[in-house]
């Protein structure tokens, strides 16, 4: 079975941090970009970070620049996704994607796989 599973997700203060990771299992990251995003409630989902296959090559929406990192390990088939100074803006639940092929976007159109999602609560 091909799946993508997110984990990390939580509850943190603000200005707290957080890191997800997105495990594959039934397929080898290796062939795949890999896109982050995350919807709130009552809210369209949006692109918060992509990876190039080799990870050569990272995208960032302009929200999360500067605060979060997006890294991978294809020998452990995992991407992460790093979260530094959270605000409370920045909860939502958070997907990984994989497409296939080198390059990625922050548009969510052409992701082939999609996770479950890991809730991330930011909150006095």
């Known amino acids: 079975q091909l799946q993508l599973v997110e984990s990390g997700g939580g509850l943190v203060q603000p200005g707290g941090s957080l890191r997800l990771s997105c495990a594959a299992s039934g397929f080898t990251l290796d062939y795949y970009a890999i896109g982050w995003f995350r919807q709130a409630p009552g809210s369209e989902r949006e692109g918060v970070s992509c990876?190039?296959?080799?990870?050569?090559?990272?995208t960032y929406a302009v929200s999360v620049r500067g605060r979060f990192t997006i890294s991978r390990d294809n020998a452990k088939n995992t991407v992460y996704l790093q979260m530094n100074d959270l605000k409370p803006e920045d909860a939502a639940v958070y997907y990984c994607a994989a497409e296939l092929g080198h390059h990625c976007s922050l548009g969510s159109s052409g992701y082939n796989y999609w996770g479950q999602g890991t809730q991330v609560t930011v909150s006095s």
């Open positions: 990876i190039s296959r080799n990870g050569g090559s990272v």
